[in-house]
């Protein structure tokens, strides 16, 4: 055994002793943790916010702070009354007994964009649910993430949780996080990041949630309220710079309203960039050779951005508006892009912009999140029906409507399923209800056609679906 | 039924399909193809592609594109002519155009994004 070895083995043995211990736990000492849990994470949301800012340099530290409450109060909130220990429900009719079991140890990863909002969530809902937690931070924001995993773990151990059930890694390796991921004693890895991290969770062997990317599509239909679909775009766009993976990343206008909503956008402060400026962003913005955002940009204002590109924009501007004639490589800006920059599509009809909100998800985000703006039930289906997206968010701001609990009913996550198109197993907003087995007893219940139906009739060939059918469901 | 052009100049062959492109109209429609090219090239009588050194250049440049304007079901059939069709052509030669949404999605669905333009 090398040493990364060793060191995942100390961790996970450590994690399922107190996985055995947690099991003894019932909801209401389960629930006594995560207050206490969630009242310290919540009490240090701008410490944390600002050691983020500061430890990652990407993003806003206020909105960091809002990320912070998100994932304490707003997760709370959700979670605090479900039933995840024990007897769940019963149904005396079906005979049918519902009982929630641990997972077992969590090997959560974190990413630079979201750190301490993350690993807040995480714990919340690992706690929930009984199952211990590995915290695995970014790299570049190891420092933040484990003082928000230590706040935690200190108070949860001031409710009565078991030792260890919130541990953290202060130090990876690629050998490291594979000795960790491939254990046996593994019960889950929760993978959030890019898409060469949930492929290595995926490939681990280990059961895994992951995220895939996005590259949200937002239509703006000519019934929109166009001054309030703007201002909802800028504020989803400009939240923490735009690192929310949710956050709009091209808006798409028919030629009739095309006008009216550039002089909003121009109105709210956004710069629409010229062909030439549009050339130096998209080379800045993203890596010609893998087709992916440049790091440097990522959770970026659009002052450095600006900088970076040698571009001068007026002060004050929200956003960088590229327009583009086309979606694919060959068009850098329509690919999914964590800054405050947006790609703006003109088409001269309902059928072809629709069609262009079709290329965009297509493009990198089939799965994730795609938004709408409109007051016509008709197109609002329309859209619903041809986007491949585990969320369709209407007359939202996407970044804070896909994480759910502030615009719609959606389960608070940090974590958005991408179903198959994102190579995951689900579309949900990843929650304590997906980190539970559900055990059924189940109560002898008779079907009662199938035993007073004649069985030596199954026998008889001759007999067809249709015959059998209409004698199987005779007097019933 | 369905309506083949071919513009000599742009050296494209356009093609356009009617409602309802099943199982029927399918093997219709790759004949009508195959005919016009085997008329204008003189190799293309097999479903795959055979010609001489003299035709490469004019091969070369060869456009096949597909108009869909009127087509609201495609069935498999229908998808594996387009498979075909753009196989043949040079890499970027063939198009398919006008689609409704759906049958845009089908496509996209099908896979084909990489292999063929679709607007």
Redesign the interface.
């Given at each position: 055994m090398n040493k990364d070895e060793m060191k995942a083995n100390d961790l996970l043995e450590r994690a399922s002793i107190a996985a055995g211990v947690f099991n003894l736990f019932d909801q209401e000492q389960v629930n006594r943790i995560i207050k206490n849990v969630y009242e310290a994470g919540f009490n240090n949301r701008v410490k944390l916010a600002k050691m983020a800012a500061e430890e990652t340099q990407l993003g806003v530290w206020q909105h960091k702070v809002m990320k912070n409450v998100l994932a304490t109060q707003m997760v709370y909130e959700n979670i605090k009354n479900e039933k995840t220990v024990g007897v769940i429900s019963y149904d005396k009719i079906t005979g049918i007994t519902e009982i929630a079991q641990p997972l077992g140890p969590i090997f959560a990863v974190i990413p630079v964009t979201n750190p301490t909002s993350t690993v807040l969530y995480k714990i919340l809902i690992c706690l929930k649910t009984r199952n211990p937690v590995i915290i695995s931070p970014h790299r570049r924001a190891r420092k933040c993430c484990i003082e928000a995993a230590n706040i935690c773990y200190e108070a949860a151990l001031k409710a009565g949780a078991p030792e260890d059930c919130i541990q953290w890694v202060s130090k990876t390796s690629r050998d490291f996080t594979h000795a960790c991921m491939t254990d046996p004693r593994l019960a889950l890895i929760l993978a959030t990041g890019g898409t060469g991290l949930v492929k290595a969770a995926y490939s681990s062997g280990t059961p895994a949630m992951g995220v895939g990317p996005g590259n949200v599509p937002v239509f703006f239909d000519e019934s929109a309220d166009i001054p309030f679909a703007v201002e909802n775009v800028i504020d989803s766009k400009t939240f923490d710079n735009g690192t929310v993976c949710a956050c709009e990343q091209a808006v798409v206008v028919e030629q009739k309203i095309a006008e009216q909503v550039i002089d909003e956008f121009k109105k709210q402060k956004c710069y629409f960039l010229n062909p030439e400026e549009i050339e130096k962003v998209g080379k800045i913005a993203i890596d010609i050779h893998s087709g992916l955002m440049s790091p440097m940009i990522v959770g970026q204002s659009v002052e450095v951005i600006a900088q970076l590109a040698n571009i001068k924009v007026p002060d004050g501007t929200k956003i960088l508006m590229a327009k583009l004639d086309g979606v694919g490589k060959n068009y850098p800006l329509s690919l999914e892009v964590l800054a405050p920059i947006l790609a703006f599509y003109i088409e001269d009809n309902y059928d072809n912009a629709i069609k262009t909100c079709i290329d965009l998800n297509y493009l990198g985000g089939v799965g994730h999140t795609a938004s709408i703006y409109a007051n016509n039930e008709k197109r609002i289906s329309e859209f619903a029906d041809l986007m491949n997206a585990g969320r369709v968010v209407v007359n939202t701001p996407s970044a804070q409507g896909a994480v759910g609990g502030l615009f719609n009913t959606l389960h608070t996550s940090f974590t958005l399923g991408c179903g198959a198109g994102g190579k995951n197993i689900t579309t949900e907003n990843i929650s304590a209800v997906n980190l539970i087995n559900i055990k059924r007893i189940c109560r002898r219940r008779k079907n009662e056609r199938w035993f007073d139906f004649d069985q030596i009739k199954y026998f008889n060939e001759d007999l067809s679906a249709e015959e059998i059918n209409k004698e199987y469901n005779k007097n019933y | 039924m369905f309506k083949l052009i071919y513009e000599l100049e742009k050296q494209t062959l356009f093609c356009k399909f009617p409602d309802r492109m099943d199982s029927e109209n399918s093997p219709l429609a790759a004949q009508k193809v195959n005919e016009k090219l085997d008329e204008l090239y003189g190799e293309y009588k097999d479903e795959l592609k055979k010609f001489t050194e003299n035709d490469i250049e004019k091969y070369e440049k060869l456009k096949i594109v597909f108009d869909l304007e009127n087509v609201e079901f495609v069935s498999s059939s229908f998808i594996r002519i387009c498979i075909i069709n753009a196989k043949r052509v040079k890499p970027g030669n063939f198009y398919i155009i006008n689609?409704?949404?759906?049958i845009?999605?089908t496509f996209?669905?099908a896979g084909l994004?990489n292999l063929m333009e679709i607007?």
């Amino acid at each position: 055994m090398n040493k990364d070895e060793m060191k995942a083995n100390d961790l996970l043995e450590r994690a399922s002793i107190a996985a055995g211990v947690f099991n003894l736990f019932d909801q209401e000492q389960v629930n006594r943790i995560i207050k206490n849990v969630y009242e310290a994470g919540f009490n240090n949301r701008v410490k944390l916010a600002k050691m983020a800012a500061e430890e990652t340099q990407l993003g806003v530290w206020q909105h960091k702070v809002m990320k912070n409450v998100l994932a304490t109060q707003m997760v709370y909130e959700n979670i605090k009354n479900e039933k995840t220990v024990g007897v769940i429900s019963y149904d005396k009719i079906t005979g049918i007994t519902e009982i929630a079991q641990p997972l077992g140890p969590i090997f959560a990863v974190i990413p630079v964009t979201n750190p301490t909002s993350t690993v807040l969530y995480k714990i919340l809902i690992c706690l929930k649910t009984r199952n211990p937690v590995i915290i695995s931070p970014h790299r570049r924001a190891r420092k933040c993430c484990i003082e928000a995993a230590n706040i935690c773990y200190e108070a949860a151990l001031k409710a009565g949780a078991p030792e260890d059930c919130i541990q953290w890694v202060s130090k990876t390796s690629r050998d490291f996080t594979h000795a960790c991921m491939t254990d046996p004693r593994l019960a889950l890895i929760l993978a959030t990041g890019g898409t060469g991290l949930v492929k290595a969770a995926y490939s681990s062997g280990t059961p895994a949630m992951g995220v895939g990317p996005g590259n949200v599509p937002v239509f703006f239909d000519e019934s929109a309220d166009i001054p309030f679909a703007v201002e909802n775009v800028i504020d989803s766009k400009t939240f923490d710079n735009g690192t929310v993976c949710a956050c709009e990343q091209a808006v798409v206008v028919e030629q009739k309203i095309a006008e009216q909503v550039i002089d909003e956008f121009k109105k709210q402060k956004c710069y629409f960039l010229n062909p030439e400026e549009i050339e130096k962003v998209g080379k800045i913005a993203i890596d010609i050779h893998s087709g992916l955002m440049s790091p440097m940009i990522v959770g970026q204002s659009v002052e450095v951005i600006a900088q970076l590109a040698n571009i001068k924009v007026p002060d004050g501007t929200k956003i960088l508006m590229a327009k583009l004639d086309g979606v694919g490589k060959n068009y850098p800006l329509s690919l999914e892009v964590l800054a405050p920059i947006l790609a703006f599509y003109i088409e001269d009809n309902y059928d072809n912009a629709i069609k262009t909100c079709i290329d965009l998800n297509y493009l990198g985000g089939v799965g994730h999140t795609a938004s709408i703006y409109a007051n016509n039930e008709k197109r609002i289906s329309e859209f619903a029906d041809l986007m491949n997206a585990g969320r369709v968010v209407v007359n939202t701001p996407s970044a804070q409507g896909a994480v759910g609990g502030l615009f719609n009913t959606l389960h608070t996550s940090f974590t958005l399923g991408c179903g198959a198109g994102g190579k995951n197993i689900t579309t949900e907003n990843i929650s304590a209800v997906n980190l539970i087995n559900i055990k059924r007893i189940c109560r002898r219940r008779k079907n009662e056609r199938w035993f007073d139906f004649d069985q030596i009739k199954y026998f008889n060939e001759d007999l067809s679906a249709e015959e059998i059918n209409k004698e199987y469901n005779k007097n019933y | 039924m369905f309506k083949l052009i071919y513009e000599l100049e742009k050296q494209t062959l356009f093609c356009k399909f009617p409602d309802r492109m099943d199982s029927e109209n399918s093997p219709l429609a790759a004949q009508k193809v195959n005919e016009k090219l085997d008329e204008l090239y003189g190799e293309y009588k097999d479903e795959l592609k055979k010609f001489t050194e003299n035709d490469i250049e004019k091969y070369e440049k060869l456009k096949i594109v597909f108009d869909l304007e009127n087509v609201e079901f495609v069935s498999s059939s229908f998808i594996r002519i387009c498979i075909i069709n753009a196989k043949r052509v040079k890499p970027g030669n063939f198009y398919i155009i006008n689609t409704q949404p759906l049958i845009k999605k089908t496509f996209k669905i099908a896979g084909l994004g990489n292999l063929m333009e679709i607007s």
